[in-house]
């Protein structure tokens, strides 16, 4: 618990310094066995792990399109401290906690111990312990993936680590830069592009601000060859199982897959980033950064007021300004949910830059690290850059642009209202700023418990138990999860069509086929006659059919049409037979929530242990 120059914290700071894990730890506490997911990406996760410290290889035994970095970091957790759900919990707590840390740490120098401090918490609060009804996996403690949240944290420290290199100038901070920058390409590649991005634009930065060229190039060869050691390392280890081309183009997976397939022109991912009706998405932000720019003139109209004496229509103003959020914009909800972030980062990161450069040696801290966060920030608001939200995606994807504006919101604005106002009015204005940003924060919270409060119904037992929300699409899992014991033999093989990896975690049933999912997104990876082929040659011992709506990827039902499953459906009836059904019939109408467990016909129930199953 260091600040930036290395020293302890003071007495007097080291309650802003506690504040972060207090809020961590209490939130951990008062939420625990709420996270987790039993049908969507989360379980991916958990099987990929599970499966590598059962012997089983990314890449060749598992079909994976994502960097190997999280996975292994995920299988070595569970190798060391025990295969459950409670130890990846654990592990992803603590991360988020450090970010929380890293988060303070880079903000103190530019806004001071106090507004950083705030910013941590928020982080906590909003993003990192974050509660959702359905698909409760948008979070930093059962994330979707775990690329983003372990890039994020990665990325911060490469800034961290470049921030102590500019006052040290000492090779190990750079060298500890470039291995925390190469260890982010092993993980997924929209982090990786900002926090190259963000790298760039801290050089560019150091150079206006007087740094020799020469030390600046010296230091950029000591952090990248660290990073070339890193990465080469992980493609050395990888050629263990694979030849060495295809050990290369595994570190760089999600590269890889943007490159070699038109995943990215899917209509998901259009609709994710806003792509599919981009004029609306577009005025949908523009009326919310109005929204906000409203609010701020509230509040300067009341400072102006009680400047003047006039504390009635002061206090009005006020009043007015804070309710502007939720009586003026109940569907464009600027604050809570971040609709404006696109527009209001760009803007912030053109005036810092522009600051950078008119400026040069004289630019103060807090400009240069707008300028390398802004930029960070934008990049990382690609996948969702006409549609931002701190919901869903959001919660990585829109984090830092969050952040980054509540930070301006905090210190430069106020900077400015004083300018005009003076010392008296800037600190009613932050008061007032405060003071909505606390109902902001404080109602997202409240949101978040009342959601995982409803989570009541059990998944999983011992270590590996969670509860999920009482719903249609959560009933059928839990009654088949308590069933499958009595369904399935030990060591038999299962494969969930089209998700649902998370019962082979939770029951430790093997994979059927290398592929985890079988959903639009792996059929544009790896191809239908790959993800097909596989199923038809190896056929599993069971499956699960479970539902989901794809309407969202343009598509039908999964198996009502030939390109997306229908040949699968069809050889399922012929090859299987239906043993037990929870809930509705599943992919039948969008709604059909239920799962149906469906045996081989000719499959040979073991008669000793000799026969059971191989864990192949």
């Known amino acids: 618990m260091r600040s930036v120059t290395g020293a302890l914290p003071s007495r007097r700071d080291l309650p802003w310094f506690l504040f972060p894990v207090i809020t961590g730890l209490f939130l951990a506490a008062l939420r625990w066995k709420t996270y987790g997911v039993v049908n969507v990406d989360f379980g991916q996760e958990m099987t990929a792990a599970w499966s590598i410290t059962e012997g089983k290889h990314l890449y060749t035994d598992i079909a994976y399109f994502k960097g190997p970095l999280s996975p292994h970091f995920n299988a070595l957790l569970l190798w060391l401290f025990g295969v459950s759900l409670r130890t990846i919990f654990v592990a992803n707590i603590c991360i988020a906690v450090a970010i929380a840390y890293e988060i303070l740490t880079l903000a103190r120098r530019a806004c001071g111990l106090p507004v950083s401090s705030f910013l941590a918490c928020v982080f906590l609060i909003v993003f990192g312990f974050s509660v959702d009804k359905e698909y409760n996996n948008f979070n930093f403690v059962s994330p979707f993936v775990h690329e983003l949240t372990h890039g994020t944290a990665l990325s911060l420290l490469t800034l961290l680590a470049l921030d102590r290199w500019q006052k040290t100038e000492r090779t190990r901070e750079a060298l500890l830069a470039g291995a925390a920058y190469g260890l982010v390409w092993l993980t997924r590649i929209e982090v990786s592009v900002a926090l190259t991005a963000a790298c760039a634009a801290w050089m560019w930065c150091r150079l206006r601000a007087g740094t020799p060229r020469r030390l600046l190039l010296r230091g950029a060869a000591e952090s990248l060859a660290s990073a070339g050691v890193v990465i080469a390392i992980a493609v050395l ?19 890889h897959a943007l490159l070699s397939t038109s995943v990215s022109s899917s209509p998901f991912f259009l609709h994710v980033g806003g792509w599919d009706h981009p004029f609306a998405a577009l005025g949908f932000q523009i009326a919310a950064l109005l929204v906000v720019i409203l609010w701020l003139l509230f509040f300067f109209a009341a400072v102006d007021l009680w400047n003047r004496n006039d504390r009635l229509m002061g206090t009005i103003f006020a009043v007015m300004g804070m309710f502007t959020v939720f009586l003026l914009a109940r569907r464009v909800l600027p604050l809570l949910h971040g609709t404006f972030l696109t527009l209001s980062t760009f803007g912030i990161t053109a005036v810092a830059i522009y600051r950078v450069h008119t400026r040069g040696t004289h630019a103060s801290p807090w400009e240069q690290m707008t300028v390398v966060m802004g930029v960070f920030a934008l990049v990382m608001l690609g996948k969702i850059a006409l549609q931002p939200s701190i919901r869903y995606y959001g919660f ?53 418990q009342v959601l995982s409060s409803r989570k009541t119904i059990p998944i999983g037992a011992g270590a590996d138990a969670f509860f999920v929300s009482d719903t249609s699409m959560n009933r059928p899992f839990a009654a088949f999860l308590q069933k499958a014991p009595e369904l399935i033999p030990t060591g038999s093989t299962l494969t969930a069509i089209p998700e649902g990896a998370m019962v082979n975690y939770l029951l430790r049933l093997p994979l059927g086929i290398p592929v985890l999912n079988m959903m639009r997104t792996e059929y544009y990876i790896f191809g239908k006659d790959r993800m097909e082929g596989e199923l038809f040659a190896r056929r599993p011992d069971f499956i699960l059919i479970t539902h989901k709506d794809t309407s969202v990827f343009g598509l039908p039902l999964y198996g009502k049409m030939p390109e997306y499953g229908a040949d699968v459906m069809a050889w399922l009836a012929r090859e299987y037979e239906q043993i037990a059904l929870f809930g509705e019939q599943p992919l039948t109408h969008p709604e059909s929530e239920g799962v149906a467990l469906w045996r081989r016909k000719d499959f040979r129930f073991p008669q000793s242990p000799q026969d059971v199953p191989s864990l192949r």
């Open 237 to 255: 280890a990888l050629s263990r199982t694979m030849p060495w081309t295809a050990a290369l183009a595994s570190a760089f997976a999600t590269l």
């Open 396 to 448: 990585v994807h829109a984090m830092p642009a969050y952040l980054l504006f509540m930070a301006v919101l905090l210190t430069a604005v106020p900077h400015m209202v004083r300018r005009t106002a003076g010392e008296k009015g800037a600190r009613i204005f932050l008061l007032f700023v405060v003071l909505t940003m606390g109902m902001e924060v404080g109602g997202k919270a409240r949101i978040d």
